[in-house]
């Protein structure tokens, strides 16, 4: 049997990249194990570097981890590899740690390196992160390497600065696709669609046609803003273009229509996507899902579930998530609780969203118990954990218990207060007519900006317990409040109203009249034979 001693090391360098490219773990694993046994010197035609970029490629980073502590002169390339794999898995600190001890280890980065640790700074939402490594850049006289240019324009486009991507983008001088790719995402995303429309005409009037990524930044922008007219027509366009959508471009506008509330939309295009024969991914059903549990489509949620099964999506913590906030809305508990205990690998997104089903449903108690069981299993609480129990304990009525909850978030577990904490205290002490006490919480908050929710829970609770004098004490109290919104002064008017203070709900009325301000009327979904009308 040959053995890897007596190889020419190219021809074992040449079949680890063939393990790179494959992603394929094993075979890697048998010639790095007979170079072991065999003794073979790993430095040797740069083996070492391409035993670390097989086991990063394959996702073993302890393997590949281990290999690299023990060279003598790790180059940028396995460096390059490192820093790709961290940021690419969500170790964004782990890739600025790497790329700092490179540059202490007088490893010289190149524009590989660069544009590897852009994409940990859009990892972290670190702008100024990002701003050092431009400076670095600029110095380095890599700026005008378009590999470089084009993860600058999307580091700038993903942290909000597209004042600096744009310029940065008009001073290139060579652009490829790509390159206008980030700059029509980055105005998509923030619904600059005049911008992304004008950028995307004058790519292809330059001679470039934009590729499946052009083309899902504009159906995806016109998507999430509503307009399902115009995504259709971007849909028709890449077709003609000779570009087929597949799984991606269909996600990117089912998951538009159905953030932006148009859930009927989002459904239509999944049965059209399924005419088309494109199987869905879990990335098409987490989209889905919330559309079915805005029509409280019990029925419908349970087959999209069984078709998760058949075409064997894995239950992930984002498809877990998703099938219990859809099971919540449509009033299974049980159902959502099955989910629940199905999800093997749990986060704390999937506890909140148990633990706010419960609440919701009034099962305050289940919701505490669950809330002490994740504390149990390590997980740890953030703001949406503790939001959920407020909730619950607001609407079941456990003050007492919400008091308790309240004041341990920042003492016992160092979370910062939201609004929405404190909203739900103010509620739950308005509900049970503690209204001095809610009035002495609201004082303390002023600095915070009392919002409308949080305005509309008190007033609620002084109309609810008769104490329209308190009622009137805070508007007198906060007379800069904003009242723009129309829950406060519609609620207000009726505290007047019910103290037969004609001439003030007059002054209320006409200021909502001013500000135009109107309560939108409510609608709910009927299905009938397999149609929904409102």
């Excluded at 909140?352 to 069981?373: A, P």
């Amino acid at each position: 049997m040959r053995t890897c001693s007596n190889i020419d090391p190219n021809y074992l360098r040449f079949l680890l990249q063939k393990c790179m490219k494959l992603k394929v773990l094993q075979p890697g694993k048998q010639i790095h194990a007979q170079l072991l046994v065999t003794g073979r010197d790993m430095e040797m035609g740069s083996l070492n570097s391409n035993i670390v970029g097989m086991y990063t490629a394959g996702r073993d980073m302890i393997s590949s981890r281990s290999v690299f502590a023990n060279m003598d002169r790790p180059t940028a390339f396995v460096w390059n590899w490192l820093i790709s794999a961290s940021a690419f898995h969500g170790d964004s600190e782990g890739a600025i740690q790497l790329f700092i001890h490179m540059q202490k280890g007088g490893v010289s980065a190149n524009k590989f390196t660069f544009s590897c640790i852009l994409k940990a700074c859009v990892g972290l939402l670190d702008i100024k992160k990002g701003e050092e490594l431009h400076c670095i850049i600029i110095r380095r006289g890599l700026e005008c390497e378009t590999m470089v240019g084009n993860a600058l324009i999307d580091m700038y486009c993903k942290c909000g600065d597209l004042f600096s991507a744009r310029r940065l983008f008009d001073k290139m001088l060579m652009r490829d696709v790509a390159s206008w790719t980030c700059m029509i995402c980055g105005y998509s995303q923030i619904k600059k669609l005049e911008e992304s429309c004008i950028l995307f005409e004058q790519m292809k009037s330059e001679g470039l046609e934009p590729n499946e990524f052009t083309w899902n930044a504009m159906i995806a922008g016109h998507a999430h803003n509503g307009d399902f007219r115009k995504a259709s027509d971007l849909l028709l366009r890449m077709n003609e273009g000779g570009l087929i959508p597949d799984v991606v471009t269909w996600n990117a506008m089912i998951s538009g229509f159905s953030q932006n509330h148009q859930s009927l939309k989002a459904i239509e295009l999944f049965h059209s996507m399924l005419e088309k024969g494109v199987k869905p991914n879990s990335v098409t059903f987490v989209a889905l899902l919330p559309a079915y549990g805005s029509i409280s489509s019990l029925e419908r949620g349970r087959w999209i579930h069984g078709l998760i099964y058949r075409w064997g999506s894995r239950l992930n913590v984002f498809t877990g998530s998703a099938l219990i906030d859809m099971y919540s809305k449509c009033g299974s508990v049980q159902d959502a609780r099955k989910v629940f205990d199905c999800v093997l690998e749990r986060n704390t997104a999937v506890w909140n969203t148990m633990i706010g089903c419960y609440g919701k449903h009034g099962f305050v108690e289940d919701s505490i118990d669950l809330f002490e069981r994740m504390l149990e299993e390590g997980f740890k609480p953030n703001q949406v954990t503790f939001t959920c129990l407020l909730s619950a304990c607001s609407h079941g009525g456990f003050v007492d218990k919400g008091l308790e909850i309240f004041q341990s978030i920042k003492e016992t577990y160092g979370v910062e207060y939201t609004r929405e904490h404190y909203s739900c205290m103010v509620d739950a002490l308005s509900r049970s007519g503690k209204i001095e006490d809610t009035y002495k919480l609201i004082m303390e908050i002023i600095p915070k900006e009392v919002n409308d929710s949080i305005l509309g829970a008190f007033l609620n609770g002084c109309k609810m317990h008769a104490r329209g004098d308190m009622a009137r004490r805070l508007v007198e109290d906060l007379n800069k409040m904003d009242l723009d919104r129309p829950g406060g002064l519609v609620t207000l008017s009726n505290i007047y109203a019910a103290n037969e203070e004609w001439e003030k709900v007059a002054n209320v009325r006409r200021l909502m009249k001013e500000k135009k301000v109107s309560k939108r009327p409510g609608c709910s979904w009927l299905e009938r034979k397999n149609e929904f009308t409102q």
